[in-house]
């Protein structure tokens, strides 16, 4: 939540501070403002609503040229999306600008200080407290830096804050605790950003800032301290995607292009860990054979999409390794006092690693003894750097705000960990791993199937456009793809829309059936569990004598459904426990559609931001 990006080096900082938080609008877009240091001065820009509104601002009231800037995209947390809650907040005598993304929980307290020492505040924020209290400290300390840190020592909460001063024209300083801030290293050059696709069109070589430390940028370089003041150790690394990962590449929407690059992100989630002889080598996972098979229990913590692909992989856990698997939202775990030991395995589940729910549940986890293994998209994000272990996917960079191949690679993240976790205890034979990786390696080509047949379903949400609830119904992993489909109409076409387990329908849902109600139905393989896929089909016949239009997604071949099936929507054969790789697809398309028809924005739904940092 929040983008912010910094700057110094020789280039104009507004173009390239504008550029990045391009980047990062996904990252909240209520209001938008720049800082730059030029002529000994601080001149600032900050308009409501999106970046656009802030572009406008500044064709008709340029700013001066400097190469030293702030910047920030903002999803309010305290005060409206007002032109006044927008950031940079300055200080009194407009010396100081300072950029935050996360919530300062002592900030009344700090406000009232302020304000009993003779500053105005103008702005409803939490954050405005920070570009006073650095103004002060900056009066009696060394430097900017050494002003951070002493006011970070104060603050309380979630927070990045990045700030100059027009005191110190060639340094930029931020901060981090708890949200995310990783540093880029150019010739001549520094970045500061929420995300590294703020400055990948500059360099690939970035540092992960740790918790709890302060980095000063200045042209020739770059120095990291602790709140202490004590030098701390960085960890560099180079971005393994280019700015053209970060495009859209002809396509309308991010969204369009992620859901096409399904096929990919699959197959590169699968490289790499499986060996010439069609063996499962899980090297990242760096808890220990023996230390897996003590562990009793499985914990899975989410949210979101994510929370969606652990429901799924709750099933292959369950029925591959014979260990219970819970699987439980993040944002409730730590407060209902789980059952947690050494002998609990939480998989940690996240697109960005940055999900404060999930990061708490996961500290939680690890305060109460239990280890942690990661499944995360985001090199070098907090998530992965606190867990035990992490299994990376590699989905590639995911800008739309709706998650899509970020999901289908957690899903094979989590087969692969349900693979190994048989591996290991023995509760799989090797050749039955073998068969179950042979039939992830085809998932891509039916990935790619389904897309190629997608048009019917893009007319079929298209004349939808004016409804106001879609249902989803599934069984089995079904039923996590069925609350996947619902939760992508929520959040992109703003319609109701929610998915049950076809089972609960007749314990109160069927009331909600209506004339000419859209149900979408993901009907299982009617081969090995012929059970469920003769329930659902039971299923379908009674919504339909209800009056529901029923929209099917079945397998190839199964006929059983057709008769009762106003929209057919066909899936390719895969094993059961894999056809949600292929199920969800069409639903994310159906969404991105209806999304399109509706007028809505696709890639930045209204109150939404891609990565969630505040609790
Ligand atoms: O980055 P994460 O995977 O931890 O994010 C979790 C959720 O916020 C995310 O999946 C959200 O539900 C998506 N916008 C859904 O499309």
Same mark, same amino acid.
């Given at each position: 939540?929040?983008?912010?990006?910094?700057?110094?080096?020789?280039?104009?900082?507004?173009?390239?501070?504008?550029?990045?938080?391009?980047?990062?609008?996904?990252?909240?877009?209520?209001?938008?403002?720049?800082?730059?240091?030029?002529?000994?001065?601080?001149?600032?820009?900050?308009?409501?609503?999106?970046?656009?509104?802030?572009?406008?601002?500044?064709? #008709?009231?340029?700013?001066?040229?400097?190469?030293?800037?702030?910047?920030?995209?903002?999803?309010?947390?305290?005060?409206?999306?007002?032109?006044?809650?927008?950031?940079?907040?300055?200080?009194?005598?407009?010396?100081?600008?300072?950029?935050?993304?996360? $919530?300062?929980?002592?900030?009344?307290?700090?406000?009232?200080?302020?304000?009993?020492?003779?500053?105005?505040?103008?702005?409803?924020?939490?954050?405005?407290?920070?570009?006073?209290?650095?103004?002060?400290?900056?009066?009696?300390?060394?430097?900017?830096?050494?002003?951070?840190?002493?006011?970070?020592?104060?603050?309380?909460?979630?927070?990045?804050?990045?700030?100059?001063?027009?005191?110190?024209? #060639?340094?930029?300083?931020?901060?981090?605790?708890?949200?995310?801030?990783?540093?880029?290293?150019?010739?001549?050059?520094?970045?500061?950003?929420?995300?590294?696709?703020?400055?990948?069109?500059?360099?690939?070589?970035?540092?992960?800032?740790?918790?709890?430390?302060?980095?000063?940028?200045?042209?020739?370089?770059?120095?990291?301290?602790?709140?202490?003041?004590?030098?701390?150790?960085?960890?560099?690394?180079?971005? #393994?995607?280019?700015?053209?990962?970060?495009?859209?590449?002809?396509?309308?929407?991010?969204?369009?292009?992620?859901?096409?690059?399904?096929?990919?992100?699959?197959?590169?989630?699968?490289?790499?860990? $499986?060996?010439?002889?069609?063996?499962?080598?899980?090297?990242?996972?760096?808890?220990?054979?023996?230390?897996?098979?003590?562990?009793?229990?499985?914990?899975?913590?989410?949210?979101?999409?994510?929370?969606?692909?652990?429901? $799924?992989?709750?099933?292959?856990?369950?029925?591959?390794?014979?260990?219970?698997?819970?699987?439980?939202?993040?944002?409730?775990?730590?407060?209902?006092?789980?059952?947690?030991?050494?002998?609990?395995?939480?998989?940690?589940?996240?697109?960005?690693?940055?999900?404060?729910?999930?990061?708490?549940?996961?500290?939680?986890?690890?305060?109460?003894?239990?280890?942690?293994?990661?499944?995360?998209?985001?090199?070098?994000?907090?998530?992965?750097?606190?867990?035990?272990?992490?299994?990376?996917?590699?989905?590639?960079?995911?800008?739309?705000?709706?998650?899509?191949?970020?999901?289908?690679?957690?899903?094979?993240?989590?087969?692969?960990?349900?693979?190994?976790?048989?591996?290991?205890?023995?509760?799989?034979?090797?050749?039955? $791993?073998?068969?179950?990786?042979?039939?992830?390696?085809?998932?891509?080509?039916?990935?790619?199937?389904?897309?190629?047949?997608?048009?019917?379903?893009?007319?079929?949400?298209?004349?939808?456009?004016?409804?106001?609830?879609?249902?989803?119904?599934?069984?089995?992993?079904?039923?996590?793809?069925?609350?996947?489909?619902?939760?992508?109409?929520?959040?992109?076409?703003?319609?109701?829309?929610?998915?049950?387990?076809?089972?609960?329908?007749?314990?109160?849902?069927?009331?909600?059936?209506?004339?000419?109600?859209?149900?979408?139905?993901?009907?299982?393989?009617?081969?090995?569990?012929?059970?469920?896929?003769?329930?659902?089909?039971?299923?379908?016949?009674?919504?339909?004598?209800?009056?529901?239009?029923?929209?099917?997604?079945?397998?190839?071949?199964?006929?059983?459904?057709?008769?009762?099936? #106003?929209?057919?929507?066909?899936?390719?054969?895969?094993?059961?426990?894999?056809?949600?790789?292929?199920?969800?697809?069409?639903?994310?398309?159906?969404?991105?559609?209806?999304?399109?028809?509706?007028?809505?924005?696709?890639?930045?739904?209204?109150?939404?931001?891609?990565?969630?940092?505040?609790?």
């Amino acid at each position: 939540m929040c983008g912010i990006v910094g700057y110094v080096g020789s280039q104009s900082a507004l173009e390239v501070v504008m550029a990045g938080l391009k980047r990062l609008e996904y990252r909240g877009y209520d209001s938008a403002g720049v800082a730059v240091l030029a002529d000994g001065g601080l001149a600032a820009a900050k308009r409501a609503g999106k970046l656009v509104n802030l572009e406008k601002e500044l064709v #008709d009231r340029p700013l001066p040229t400097g190469s030293t800037g702030i910047g920030h995209t903002r999803w309010a947390t305290h005060g409206g999306p007002t032109d006044a809650n927008a950031h940079p907040h300055l200080d009194n005598a407009g010396r100081v600008a300072v950029v935050h993304n996360g $919530i300062i929980e002592n900030f009344a307290l700090l406000r009232a200080e302020l304000a009993e020492r003779g500053h105005e505040l103008s702005s409803d924020t939490d954050t405005e407290v920070v570009a006073h209290l650095l103004a002060e400290e900056f009066s009696g300390c060394a430097d900017l830096a050494e002003a951070m840190r002493l006011v970070c020592r104060r603050l309380e909460g979630a927070f990045t804050l990045v700030a100059v001063d027009s005191d110190e024209p #060639d340094v930029v300083v931020g901060a981090r605790r708890n949200s995310p801030l990783v540093v880029g290293v150019g010739e001549g050059e520094a970045f500061l950003a929420s995300d590294v696709a703020a400055f990948i069109a500059h360099t690939r070589s970035a540092i992960e800032l740790g918790q709890d430390q302060v980095v000063e940028l200045r042209r020739d370089g770059v120095t990291v301290t602790g709140f202490d003041g004590q030098p701390a150790e960085v960890r560099p690394y180079n971005v #393994d995607w280019d700015a053209e990962a970060a495009e859209k590449g002809g396509y309308d929407y991010f969204m369009l292009k992620e859901i096409a690059e399904q096929p990919k992100a699959v197959a590169d989630t699968l490289l790499g860990r $499986i060996d010439a002889a069609g063996n499962l080598t899980l090297d990242e996972v760096r808890i220990s054979a023996a230390e897996l098979r003590e562990m009793d229990k499985v914990v899975i913590v989410a949210c979101g999409t994510a929370f969606h692909s652990g429901l $799924i992989a709750k099933y292959a856990i369950e029925h591959w390794t014979r260990i219970p698997c819970e699987v439980e939202l993040a944002s409730e775990f730590r407060y209902r006092d789980p059952i947690l030991d050494a002998q609990t395995l939480v998989i940690a589940i996240s697109q960005s690693g940055e999900t404060m729910d999930t990061l708490m549940a996961l500290r939680h986890a690890r305060e109460q003894g239990a280890k942690v293994l990661a499944i995360c998209n985001t090199n070098g994000s907090t998530i992965p750097r606190e867990s035990d272990a992490v299994l990376y996917t590699h989905a590639g960079p995911e800008v739309a705000v709706a998650s899509t191949k970020a999901f289908l690679t957690q899903l094979v993240a989590c087969y692969l960990v349900a693979l190994y976790l048989g591996q290991v205890r023995g509760t799989k034979w090797g050749d039955e $791993i073998r068969a179950v990786i042979r039939d992830l390696s085809r998932i891509g080509g039916a990935v790619e199937r389904v897309l190629e047949t997608m048009e019917p379903v893009r007319a079929l949400a298209r004349s939808l456009a004016g409804k106001d609830t879609v249902l989803f119904l599934g069984r089995h992993v079904g039923y996590p793809v069925a609350l996947e489909g619902a939760l992508k109409l929520k959040e992109l076409a703003y319609m109701h829309a929610e998915g049950f387990a076809a089972g609960e329908l007749k314990h109160g849902p069927i009331a909600l059936i209506e004339e000419d109600l859209p149900v979408v139905v993901v009907v299982p393989s009617p081969r090995g569990r012929s059970l469920l896929h003769d329930k659902i089909v039971s299923n379908i016949q009674e919504i339909r004598a209800r009056g529901a239009r029923t929209i099917v997604i079945a397998e190839e071949g199964d006929e059983a459904v057709e008769a009762y099936a #106003d929209h057919l929507i066909r899936i390719p054969v895969t094993p059961t426990l894999l056809q949600p790789l292929v199920a969800t697809v069409p639903l994310q398309v159906f969404a991105c559609e209806l999304a399109t028809a509706r007028g809505n924005e696709v890639d930045q739904p209204r109150n939404l931001a891609k990565s969630v940092t505040v609790e």
